[in-house]
């Protein structure tokens, strides 16, 4: 069993940065992929960037490549998504999601955190 808690999520302006955090426990935190997921009201859950085990290796949704960076601390058992140059089109509950093997595909995932909102106001 994988614990995911989100946090770091709030109302910020279109143009700012907010960094998102997903606190680990119950596995080794090297042995588990992490993704960030998103879901906005009226909308399916989509995929929004993750990385794998040693960090070395990310991947991103188009709409989000170029102004988000997703990272991880192996040592604090912590995932992050920085988001830089937000719209309002990213306000949604942000889901980190941790697999072994899983990449891009949400259903894959055997773990998730509660969510954390994000409200990007113009």
Same mark, same amino acid.
């Given at each position: 069993?994988?614990?995911?808690?989100?946090? /770091?999520?709030?109302?910020?302006?279109?143009?700012?940065?907010?960094?998102?955090?997903?606190?680990? +426990?119950?596995?080794?935190? +090297?042995?588990? =992929?992490?993704?960030?997921?998103?879901?906005?009201?009226?909308?399916?859950?989509?995929?929004?960037?993750?990385? =794998?085990?040693?960090?070395?290796?990310?991947?991103?949704?188009?709409?989000?490549? /170029?102004?988000?960076?997703? +990272?991880?601390?192996?040592?604090? =058992?912590?995932?992050?998504?920085?988001?830089? =140059?937000?719209?309002?089109?990213?306000?949604?509950?942000?889901?980190?999601?941790?697999?072994?093997?899983?990449?891009?595909?949400?259903?894959?995932?055997?773990?998730? /955190?509660? /969510?954390?909102?994000?409200?990007?106001?113009?």
């Amino acid at each position: 069993q994988v614990q995911l808690v989100e946090s /770091g999520g709030g109302l910020v302006q279109v143009g700012d940065s907010l960094r998102l955090s997903c606190a680990a +426990s119950g596995r080794p935190f +090297s042995a588990i =992929n992490m993704a960030w997921f998103r879901q906005a009201p009226g909308k399916e859950r989509e995929f929004v960037a993750v990385i =794998n085990k040693s960090g070395a290796n990310t991947a991103y949704a188009d709409s989000v490549k /170029g102004r988000f960076t997703i +990272s991880r601390d192996n040592a604090r =058992n912590t995932a992050y998504l920085r988001m830089s =140059n937000l719209k309002a089109e990213d306000s949604a509950v942000y889901y980190c999601a941790a697999d072994q093997t899983a990449w891009l595909i949400l259903n894959d995932y055997s773990y998730w /955190g509660q /969510g954390t909102q994000v409200t990007v106001s113009s």
